[in-house]
């Protein structure tokens, strides 16, 4: 058996070493077009901002690492132009020309390739990508080199991160994204959480505006650097640009060659399997089926890649009882200075788009036991389909918590789990690390309160038709009610309610109440008490905490304050 693996890093090293794991007698040839075969692609913006000293903390392994421990052959600096998938056979153009390669089995794992919008002045030596090591070593020697200024393009999860490493270098940074929002995957309510804390750390946030055009020195620009002109007609100084607006499958010979492909990622069956024989194809180059919308699309991230690798490999040597790669549900997560921001499953906007159901429920629970010292906010957003329960989607953010608390509910989302079943999960508990009702645990009885009646909710994104239709019930402390407050709510603390029943009635005059606190736990407590007394009650998911977030800039305005 001749293996011959096009792309290593992710997808393709892992097809190589579970390739020699199940044949010691294969001849296994892994052709990367870049310098480095194995390295760490999400260390890279930890290497330009000075947490990774030396660039050999980012090589996972070498050619001869990989040649010492699993005896394959790995051929950085070759390119793979071209397969004839009928005679079998790779075309690789290589530093000392090119050649003809044969193959039994081929995996394809290319990877993306980083997107470069159409504006004038892209091609400025100022602007730089962070995808590879070389990236990650041509900016950290602009930083060295005395750089000041850096603009961001892009605020998805590279662009923040390498945003953060520029700026803890010194510089002056600006991040442009074209999207309502930063983390654009993030729904608006996380996303704000994130903004303010860029904002806390200098960056500055410009979102909502596109980078129409880059002026170099060489067309006019100042002499220093070069100069982003906005749509906007803003225009950002910059001694170097990063360019993280998004990627490519890199592609465009494999299908050329024949191999079908979906809007330009290969697709595969589920063992890996392309359309043609004895070729497979892995990782950001292919076509993923999410697991919860059904959406055919890449997801461009090393987890899945990994596995998706070694369960090729699986399929090739023709292991009894070969998984099939499973379908991924988006996990990710990225720190953004003193928190961090997390996701996995499906968010608001891609349930939409999908026609499915659902509702959501947030809450601010500590990180652990309120009463040990050092416990931090985690704001928690889940979805749940309408009429199951079914878990469909979870994002998290704050300081300390979020990524055990999301690893939880993403396994959940695997295993089909509902939200009664998160009610039931047997978490850790000790008081420095949780509580004996886990913020997971807690989420679940949320949306199964809702789903059962118990809870009635209204939105964020539903306070202008709110304060036009309803009575709003502000359930907090006179202290808080003042520090800002919807217009022409009725300031209630719970603890006084039962006995001003009768207030509440005169004041809603039959119209609806909407009640909330600053997180939605004693706007619950007061819910309950005007359901059973017979008035039309939903509690604010998530309270004033998320409505602030969702607002935004918006809330000094719709917010009032006690003189």
């Not at 089995?105 to 159409?118: I, K, Q, T």
């Not at 369960?311 to 961090?340: H, K, W």
């Not at 706007?523 to 008490?529: G, K, N």
């Amino acid at each position: 058996m001749k293996l011959v693996v096009v792309g290593g890093v992710a997808g393709g090293m892992s097809a190589a070493a579970r390739a020699r794991r199940l044949d010691e007698n294969a001849e296994i040839v892994v052709f990367e077009r870049g310098d480095h075969p194995s390295f760490a692609n999400c260390g890279l913006p930890c290497y330009v901002g000075g947490e990774i000293e030396n660039e050999e903390g980012l090589l996972v392994q070498t050619p001869a690492s990989l040649k010492a421990a699993l005896n394959l052959d790995v051929r950085p600096g070759h390119n793979v132009t071209d397969v004839d998938v009928t005679a079998k056979t790779v075309t690789v153009e290589s530093p000392s020309g090119t050649h003809v390669v044969s193959y039994d089995a081929l995996v394809l794992a290319p990877g993306a390739v980083a997107l470069r919008p159409a504006i004038a002045g892209i091609d400025s030596a100022r602007v730089h990508t962070l995808r590879t090591v070389s990236d990650a070593l041509t900016l950290r020697e602009r930083v060295d080199s005395g750089a000041s200024r850096a603009v961001v393009l892009g605020a998805g999860f590279i662009g923040l991160e390498a945003a953060e490493a520029l700026r803890a270098q010194g510089l002056e940074v600006a991040v442009v994204e074209l999207a309502p929002h930063v983390l654009p995957p993030l729904e608006r309510e996380m996303a704000f959480l994130v903004r303010a804390e860029l904002n806390r750390l200098g960056i500055t946030v410009l979102d909502g505006v596109a980078a129409t055009a880059i002026e170099s020195a060489e067309e006019g620009g100042p002499k220093q650097g070069d100069v982003v002109v906005l749509s906007d007609g803003r225009r950002l100084p910059a001694d170097m640009i990063v360019l993280s607006v998004g990627v490519r499958p890199g592609t465009a010979p494999f299908e050329a060659a024949g191999v079908a492909c979906e809007r330009g990622a290969i697709v595969v069956d589920d063992h890996g399997r392309t359309s043609a024989p004895s070729v497979w194809a892995v990782g950001d180059a292919t076509v993923s089926t999410d697991a919860v919308t059904g959406v055919r699309r890449p997801v461009a991230l090393a987890g899945p890649a990994n596995r998706a690798g070694r369960l090729a490999a699986d399929s090739i040597f023709g292991l009894a009882g070969a998984r099939p790669i499973p379908q991924p549900v988006g996990t990710a997560i990225v720190r953004v200075g003193e928190i961090t921001a997390a996701l996995t499953g499906a968010n608001r906007a891609t349930l939409r788009a999908a026609g499915v159901a659902f509702h959501s429920v947030h809450l601010h629970p500590d990180s652990h036991a309120s009463y040990f010292p050092g416990a931090a906010q985690i704001h928690l957003v889940l979805h749940v389909r309408d009429g199951d329960g079914l878990l469909l989607g979870a994002q998290a953010v704050g300081a300390e918590g979020v990524d055990k608390r999301i690893d939880v509910l993403a396994t959940a989302i695997r295993f089909g789990a509902t939200a009664a079943d998160l009610i039931d999960l047997d978490l850790a508990y000790s008081p420095p690390y949780g509580s004996a009702k886990d913020p997971v645990n807690l989420g679940g009885m949320m949306a199964e309160n809702t789903a059962t009646g118990v809870l009635r909710q209204w939105y964020p994104w539903q306070i202008d038709e709110v304060l036009t239709s309803a009575l709003v019930l502000d359930v907090r402390s006179a202290a808080e009610f003042a520090t800002g407050h919807f217009r022409d709510a009725l300031n209630i603390p719970h603890t006084h309610l039962r006995e001003r029943l009768d207030e509440v009635r005169a004041a809603a005059g039959g119209r609806p109440v909407r009640v909330h606190c600053a997180s939605g736990k004693r706007s619950y407590l007061a819910h309950r008490i005007l359901d059973e007394a017979g008035l039309d009650s939903a509690n604010l998911s998530g309270g004033m905490l998320t409505a602030r977030a969702w607002l935004g800039e918006r809330a000094d305005d719709l917010l009032e304050k006690a003189e």
